[in-house]
């Protein structure tokens, strides 16, 4: 777990976590309404057995509980805990039930986006395993140091969160930027080579659909 916040700190993390919030919530609506658009075809599979409908649902509710998990660690600092004069005592707790439970729902969010993310690249490369070698290999490495620096957490060794915490995040960053290039990349060598049409190129479309299209 990361040194405690300071009260400033925790309140910049809740406003932008909360604006962040809002632009997921929206991006997850949409996504959700294109899935079940899709799911209505003739031929569609059940939604229920879509891998990037679960796994959403999934990210949906570790994401939403990280952001619930904040605000009342907010509300504790600023009003409840002795009277909302001491904040920084609170923030200072780092073994607290709130604040583990918020180092945990993060975690859960990000390994749950990173293994969405790898899942669309092995879809987008026609089930292609060695695509995804590199990927498998840091997102495991990344659940090995989260969980290194949970247990750690409970010490007292400072210096150990930061050693442990740099891998965690180089794994995070290259595992984000492999899928992405590689899914973009392979997108755009498709399309690159596709006759025109009406004497315009085809163009990758709506980023959302594409995205959504990785569930087979």
């Known amino acids: 777990m990361p040194s405690p916040p300071t009260p400033i700190m925790g309140l910049a993390a809740y406003t ?3 604006l962040l919030y809002g632009v997921y ?13 899709r799911s209505r075809g003739a031929h ?19 994401v939403t509980g990280n952001w619930i998990i904040t605000v009342i660690a907010e509300f504790n600092a600023f009003i409840f805990f002795e009277g909302g004069t001491a904040p920084q005592v609170y923030f200072a707790n780092n073994r607290s039930a709130i604040q583990a439970a918020e ?28 695509i995804i070698v590199l990927p498998l290999l ?17 010490g007292t060794v400072v210096t150990a969160n930061i050693v442990i915490f740099i891998p965690v995040f180089v794994f995070i960053v290259v595992t984000n930027v492999y899928c992405t290039g590689c899914i973009g990349w392979k997108i755009w060598s ?16 709506d980023p959302l659909r594409i995205l959504c299209a990785c569930s087979p």
């Open 16 to 18: 932008v976590g909360s």
């Open 25 to 37: 919530l929206d991006l997850f609506l949409t996504s959700m309404y294109i899935l079940v658009k």
């Open 44 to 62: 569609a599979r059940p939604l229920y057995k879509s891998p990037m409908f679960v796994l959403g649902c999934a990210l949906f509710v570790a």
């Open 103 to 130: 180092w945990g729902t993060g975690i859960v969010t990000i390994v749950l986006n990173d293994y969405m993310m790898i899942y669309r690249l092995w879809v987008v490369w026609n089930y292609n395993k060695a």
């Open 138 to 154: 840091t997102w495991i490495g990344l659940i090995v140091c989260s969980t290194l620096a949970a247990i750690d957490s409970w």
């Open 190 to 205: 498709i399309t690159r080579i596709c006759q025109p049409q009406n004497g315009t190129n085809l163009n990758v479309g």
